[in-house]
Structure formats: structure tokens, C-alpha cells
């Protein structure tokens, strides 16, 4: 089969839900990715920051194989092994106390707005209102789309979920001035990663905790795009000096292999009792299987120090291109989250990079946004800079 042939074939079966980019990637190595007609790329999209391990791991194809031959799933009456060992580890390296497993980002956000309104709610007073970040995003389930704070998720599926207030992100003011009575939870995004990759004011974070910390509501951190490492730090909140109530994961827990995950402190999980919530996969043992490894590795010596120079060394060579072409105004990021604001479309850029043979995504209408596997080499970081540079060339 080639591209062509399975791409008609996917506008007869699929539900047009993607404008998707004419190949099909059928093998993958580390940062690279070949499609049916045997062309390579280099994949600095990686399952849009899914693949931190880079494709096919060993380490990580290996525990899901001998995982498959062991136990593949169970359903959580019963307790699972992996499951305690991961949430053990998941605790060890953060703020929280307790964990709760799902299968995706959208999944561990519900849970977290579900477990926020019962939080309110046990204060005695009906607080339910969450506020969260205009340009944000959260996922596509009901509640999720009312809690992104971008218009064009929601047209069309209205009536939304009542109680969210929205305001901007990176101004302390404003959510100060919307917090009241019925407030029980702000809800954002270290770096807004859909919303054109921003990064907020150094102090930001740390005053949106004072607000919480003052009104006696919970900060819930959704890291669904930035944890894992992809910021260089374990957990982007870690370059902030503050710490949430609640945080929400997902994409790169598994490498690839779907999970999701809410970790919370004592007190607010105690709102949270048998019959509450559940999921049937949510934590099964070959997801754990999967998991423990990808953390394993991450946390393993110099792996975060190495993804910070990486970091700073991609961002020092899109800032190269940034002077080079006019049409380029803007480049952001943290770790290995790159943005680059353009003066133009993304997404014809994006067309020329695949012809050069470099995967990228967009965050926005005018942002290219790069994200590549955190085991990226200096040399492949050239190569795709180079990609890019002839990309922007020519378009
Ligand atoms: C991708 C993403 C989600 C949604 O995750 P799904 O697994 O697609 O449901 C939620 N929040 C953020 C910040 C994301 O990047």
C-alpha cells in the first residue's frame, strides 16, 4: 500500500475530524519516522509531545511485551500490583499524596473538576465555579471544552457545563478581581502549549498560589502537555518554586502507550470516596507497565540536565533563523517546548517542512510549535534547524 492509496481509502471510512497532512507514517526510530512510500522525516511533533522516549524504545517495547504475556488488564475491584508501585513513584517525585488513573489528558481533567466541586462543596457554602485562562486548552469531553478557553472547541455544543468564568492568562489582576464566593478552583496551564506556546512572568504562578492560598481555593495544574520532562524539569511547576492542589497528565506518561493521571494532596483526595469516580482501564497493568519505565529513564541521571542544554541549544538556533528571516517574529520555550511566532500562516510552513522532511505542529494560526522526543541528539536538532531554515525559504 502508499500514502495515496490508504488516504482515499480514509476519506471513505474515517470521520473528517483531523485536516490531517498527506502521509502515512508507518515505522519509527528514536527522532525519526518513515512514511508508506518509504520517505523519511525527522519528528519534531512526537505524537504532539507523546513520544519523549523517542519511537519504539526499547526499554519501553520490551515491559509491554513482557507485561502482554503476564497480564494485559484487570479491572481495578481488585488491586494491581504495577499500579501501587507507579503511584508510589509518581508521589515520591512530586507534591502529592494520592493518584488516580485514567486513560487520557481530557479523562485526568474531569476528574479534577469533579473532584474540585465536591472540595468547594465541603466548605459548607455551594462553591463550584472554576476559573480558568483564556487561549487555554483542556480537551474535547463536555466539560473540557467549557474549561478551554478558546471559542472555536465549543461552537455548535452548546448548552456548555455551567460554572466557568474565564480570564487572561499571565494577569494576576484580573483573577484577582474574579474570584468570589462561588469560586472553588483556578485551573491553567504552566505554559499555555495549544494557545501559541506561552510562557508566563517568572512570578506568575506563584501569585495565582497566594490568591488560592488566600481565598481557600484550590490551584489545579493541568501539565497534561508540559510534564514528564518536557520543559526539563520533571514538572514545569518546578520552575516556578510553587506547587499545586491538584495536577493533571497525560500525553508522554506511556511513551505512546494511552494513560492519563490526577495527583492530589491528602486533603483534597479525602473528598473523593468508593463510587465517586472510576475508570475501567484507568491504570491497567500493562499502561503501568509501560509507565514505570518512561519514569524510570526520565528521572535517571543527567537525563533532565541534558534536555535543558538541548533546550537552550534549539531555542539559540531558532533564534538564529528568527534574525534570518523577516517573516519570523517570535521565538519562545522552555526545555524542549519551542514556539515560533511568524508574521504569517503556520500551516503552509508546515507543508514545506514536511517536503523537506521535517515534522512540526502549529499552536494557533501563526505559531510553528516543536516538540521534539527528549532523546533528540545535538546533531539532529542541526539537521532540523537546517530543514526549517530551507522550509522558511522557500515559502
Ligand atoms: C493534549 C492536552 C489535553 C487533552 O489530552 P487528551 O489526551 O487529548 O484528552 C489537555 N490539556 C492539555 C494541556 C493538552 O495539551
Known amino acids: 500500500m502508499s500514502n495515496t492509496e490508504i488516504i482515499a481509502e480514509a476519506n471513505r471510512y474515517l470521520m473528517n475530524t483531523y485536516n490531517r497532512y498527506p502521509i502515512v507514517l508507518s515505522r519509527g526510530k528514536g527522532t525519526r519516522v518513515w512514511d508508506l512510500d518509504g520517505k523519511e522525516y525527522l519528528d519534531f511533533v512526537g505524537g504532539i509531545a507523546v513520544c519523549s522516549l523517542g519511537h519504539c524504545h526499547p526499554l519501553v517495547t520490551q515491559a509491554i511485551k513482557e507485561q502482554a504475556e503476564r497480564l494485559v488488564h484487570v479491572s481495578n475491584l481488585y488491586y494491581i500490583s504495577a499500579q501501587v508501585t507507579y503511584a508510589r513513584m509518581l508521589v515520591e517525585k512530586t507534591f502529592g499524596d494520592k493518584v488516580f488513573f485514567c486513560n487520557s489528558g481530557a479523562e485526568a481533567n474531569e476528574a479534577a473538576i469533579k473532584l474540585a466541586r465536591r ?19 483542556h480537551g474535547r469531553t463536555m466539560a473540557t471544552i467549557t474549561a478551554t478557553g478558546q471559542d472555536k472547541v465549543k461552537k455548535g455544543f452548546e448548552p456548555l457545563v455551567p460554572g466557568f468564568k474565564y480570564v487572561p492568562f499571565n494577569d494576576v489582576d484580573a483573577l484577582e478581581r474574579s474570584i468570589d464566593d462561588r469560586t472553588c478552583a483556578v485551573m491553567l496551564e504552566p505554559i499555555q502549549a495549544e494557545g501559541g506556546v506561552r510562557v508566563p512572568d517568572e512570578d506568575y504562578l506563584k501569585e495565582v498560589r ?46 505512546g502507550f494511552p494513560i492519563g493521571a490526577m495527583i492530589t494532596t491528602d486533603k483534597v483526595a479525602d473528598c473523593f470516596e468508593p463510587g465517586s469516580h472510576a475508570s475501567t482501564f484507568g491504570g491497567n497493568p500493562l499502561a503501568m507497565a509501560a509507565a514505570q519505565v518512561v519514569l524510570e529513564t526520565i528521572s535517571n541521571g543527567r537525563f533532565l540536565s541534558e534536555v535543558r542544554e538541548k533546550g537552550l541549544y534549539l531555542k539559540e538556533r531558532l533564534m538564529f533563523l528568527a534574525r534570518k528571516f523577516d517573516k519570523v517574529k517570535e521565538v519562545r520555550g522552555l526545555g524542549l517546548i519551542c514556539g515560533m511566532e511568524l508574521k504569517v500562516e503556520a500551516s503552509p510552513i508546515v507543508m514545506s517542512c514536511l517536503k523537506e522532511g521535517l515534522l512540526v505542529a502549529t499552536a494557533g494560526t501563526r505559531v510553528l510549535r516543536l516538540l521534539p522526543p527528549l532523546v533528540v541528539k545535538k546533531k539532529e536538532i542541526d539537521e532540523a534547524v537546517e530543514r526549517l531554515s530551507h522550509a522558511l525559504e522557500v515559502s
Open 119 to 137: 472540595y468547594g462543596r465541603k466548605t459548607g457554602k455551594d462553591r463550584y465555579e472554576i476559573i480558568t485562562m483564556e487561549n487555554s486548552f
Open 210 to 255: 497566594r490568591l488560592c492560598d488566600k481565598h481557600g481555593i484550590l490551584m489545579i495544574l493541568d501539565e497534561v502537555q508540559t510534564g514528564m520532562g518536557r520543559t526539563g524539569r520533571l514538572f514545569a511547576y518546578e520552575h516556578f518554586g510553587v506547587a499545586p492542589d491538584i495536577m493533571t497528565l497525560a500525553k508522554a506518561l506511556g511513551n
